[in-house]
């Protein structure tokens, strides 16, 4: 039943971070403490400090989409340069290395180079959907396909099913934020 809340929850945060709804930050900090349990007692430990990473990114992000509801700043859908996805996925292969070799020699973590590079291209990802960074769309179309056979191997099934349904969100991301991004085009 925890997993199942967990899974019920982040739908409900990606559904409204498609719509570009704030309340996504409130529906993403529960679904992540919850989280935070479940992966430590799989011993998915990069994955638990991903939920870390995650409430303070939902606590982030509300403040900054706050910000721009106020009309205090203009956060509006964005696209990064072909030298900032280089710098972006860089990164991430480096740190998934790093973390994937620490956790292979120094623990009992499962999967330790999926589970690190799943983190890792998370934390860059997220960091995207709070700035509104349209590429965000496709980088989780591959973590989450990299997830699901993650979480199918410590037969966490209805997190597998949350993220197979997140590969369907994904593509109403896409578009949704492709038509704000034109949008915004127009009145640039």
Not at 40 to 64: C, I, N, P, R, T
Not at 72 to 87: A, N
Not at 158 to 173: D, E, H, N, P, R
Request: glycine letters at 4%; aromatic letters at 20%; one cysteine or more.
């Amino acid at each position: 039943m925890l997993e199942l809340t967990a899974v019920v929850f982040a739908i409900v945060y990606l559904v409204l971070a498609v719509r570009e709804n704030i309340l996504c930050w409130f529906a993403a900090g529960i679904s992540t403490l919850i989280f935070l349990y479940i992966f430590w007692d799989v011993k998915l430990y990069m994955e638990s400090g991903l939920q870390v990473y995650y409430l303070g990114m939902a606590v982030f992000g509300w403040y900054q989409w706050r910000l721009a509801n106020d009309g205090s700043t203009s956060l509006q859908v964005s696209m990064w340069s072909m030298r900032e996805h280089l710098l972006a996925l860089v990164l991430i292969a480096l740190l998934t290395f790093t973390s994937g070799y620490l956790l292979h020699s120094g623990t009992d973590a499962r999967l330790p180079y999926l589970d690190s590079l799943t983190t890792w291209g998370s934390v860059v990802t997220t960091f995207m959907v709070v700035r509104k960074v349209l590429e965000n769309w496709i980088y989780w179309l591959v973590i989450d396909s990299i997830s699901i056979y993650l979480y199918l191997d410590r037969e966490l099934y209805f997190t597998s099913m949350l993220f197979a349904v997140y590969i369907v969100i994904v593509f109403f991301g896409w578009f949704s934020w492709s038509r704000s991004y034109k949008q915004n085009m127009k009145t640039v």
